[in-house]
C-alpha cells in the first residue's frame, strides 16, 4: 500500500513540474461530494477554485449542485444548477471581475463497460445567465476508465482516465473551446477519490475564461445512503 501511495505522488508531482516549464501552468482545483439516495436517485454538489499561475493569480470560482436519475445501469439524466465568477487575469480576484454567471443545465449520461475499461458519454445543454448576456451552450465529452491494479474500479484501485470535451454554441462560429485530461486516480474506499492530472484547454474565443494548461487535482467523497453494497463508478465531475 505504501508503495502504490508513493507511485501515485511521484505521478502527481511529474505531471505538475513538467508542465510548470511552460509559464503557462495554472492549477485546477476541486471538491466533489456525491451522495447516493437509493438505486435511482444521486446528488451531488462541487466547488472548483482555478488560478492562471501555479497556486497563484486565481481568477475562477464556482460551485454547483446536481440531481441525477438513474434510467438503468448504463443511462442517467442529470439536472443541474450552478453560480459562476470569473475574474480579471494579473492577481488573486483582481476585479472588475470579467463575469458573473447562473447556469442550468440538462444532461444524459451514458456508460459502455468494457472488457478491460468503461467509455463514457455525457451531452449538455446549458443556459447561461451571464453578465455579459443570455447564452447557450451544447457540450459532449467522451471519457475513458481504465483500472491498473484490479478489474474494476473499487477500494484500492488505481486507475488511468482520460477525456476530451467539446463545447459548441448557436452562434457563429459555433466552435468555442476544447478541453483535454489526461491524469490517473487512487480509489482510497468506497467512500474517499483522489483524481489529479493535466488539463489542456483550447479557447476560439470567449471572455469569461482564458485557455491555457493547468496542473488539476481533485478529492471526491461518496456516500451511499442506500445502504446497499452494489458499487457505482467513479463520479465525473462537470464544470
Given at each position: 500500500m505504501k508503495n502504490k501511495i508513493i507511485l501515485f505522488s511521484i505521478i502527481a508531482v511529474n505531471f505538475c513540474f513538467t508542465c510548470r516549464g511552460q509559464d503557462r501552468l495554472g492549477s485546477w482545483n476541486i471538491l466533489n461530494i456525491n451522495v447516493k439516495l437509493n438505486p435511482k436517485w444521486s446528488f451531488f454538489t462541487e466547488s472548483q477554485l482555478r488560478s492562471l499561475s501555479f497556486y497563484n493569480q486565481f481568477h475562477y470560482y464556482d460551485i454547483k449542485a446536481t440531481a441525477t436519475y438513474k434510467l438503468n445501469k448504463d443511462l442517467s439524466a442529470t439536472v443541474g444548477f450552478g453560480s459562476y465568477k470569473t475574474f480579471s487575469e494579473g492577481g488573486n480576484f483582481n476585479e472588475p471581475i470579467q463575469?458573473?454567471?447562473?447556469?442550468?443545465?440538462?444532461?444524459?449520461?451514458?456508460?459502455?463497460?468494457?472488457?478491460?475499461?468503461?467509455?463514457?458519454?455525457?451531452y449538455s445543454l446549458e443556459q447561461r445567465f451571464t453578465s455579459n448576456g443570455y447564452k447557450n451552450r451544447?457540450?459532449?465529452?467522451?471519457?475513458?476508465?481504465?483500472?491498473?491494479?484490479?478489474?474494476?474500479?473499487?477500494?484500492k484501485?488505481?486507475?488511468?482516465?482520460?477525456?476530451?470535451?467539446?463545447?459548441?454554441?448557436?452562434?457563429?462560429?459555433?466552435?468555442?473551446?476544447?478541453?483535454?485530461?489526461?491524469?490517473?486516480?487512487?480509489e482510497m474506499n468506497s467512500n474517499?477519490?483522489?483524481?489529479?492530472?493535466?488539463?489542456?484547454?483550447?479557447?476560439?474565443?470567449?471572455?469569461?475564461?482564458?485557455?491555457?494548461?493547468?496542473?488539476?487535482?481533485?478529492?471526491?467523497?461518496?456516500?451511499?445512503?442506500?445502504?446497499?453494497?452494489?458499487?457505482e463508478l467513479i463520479p465525473t465531475t462537470s464544470d
Amino acid at each position: 500500500m505504501k508503495n502504490k501511495i508513493i507511485l501515485f505522488s511521484i505521478i502527481a508531482v511529474n505531471f505538475c513540474f513538467t508542465c510548470r516549464g511552460q509559464d503557462r501552468l495554472g492549477s485546477w482545483n476541486i471538491l466533489n461530494i456525491n451522495v447516493k439516495l437509493n438505486p435511482k436517485w444521486s446528488f451531488f454538489t462541487e466547488s472548483q477554485l482555478r488560478s492562471l499561475s501555479f497556486y497563484n493569480q486565481f481568477h475562477y470560482y464556482d460551485i454547483k449542485a446536481t440531481a441525477t436519475y438513474k434510467l438503468n445501469k448504463d443511462l442517467s439524466a442529470t439536472v443541474g444548477f450552478g453560480s459562476y465568477k470569473t475574474f480579471s487575469e494579473g492577481g488573486n480576484f483582481n476585479e472588475p471581475i470579467q463575469n458573473e454567471e447562473i447556469r442550468s443545465w440538462l444532461q444524459i449520461n451514458i456508460k459502455n463497460p468494457l472488457q478491460h475499461f468503461t467509455l463514457a458519454h455525457r451531452y449538455s445543454l446549458e443556459q447561461r445567465f451571464t453578465s455579459n448576456g443570455y447564452k447557450n451552450r451544447f457540450r459532449y465529452r467522451l471519457s475513458a476508465t481504465i483500472p491498473i491494479n484490479q478489474r474494476k474500479i473499487a477500494a484500492k484501485t488505481f486507475y488511468i482516465l482520460v477525456w476530451d470535451e467539446l463545447f459548441l454554441t448557436n452562434n457563429e462560429p459555433y466552435f468555442e473551446r476544447n478541453r483535454l485530461f489526461l491524469g490517473c486516480g487512487y480509489e482510497m474506499n468506497s467512500n474517499l477519490t483522489l483524481q489529479t492530472g493535466y488539463i489542456y484547454q483550447l479557447d476560439y474565443k470567449v471572455n469569461d475564461e482564458t485557455g491555457r494548461d493547468f496542473f488539476n487535482i481533485a478529492l471526491l467523497y461518496n456516500f451511499d445512503l442506500s445502504k446497499k453494497q452494489e458499487k457505482e463508478l467513479i463520479p465525473t465531475t462537470s464544470d
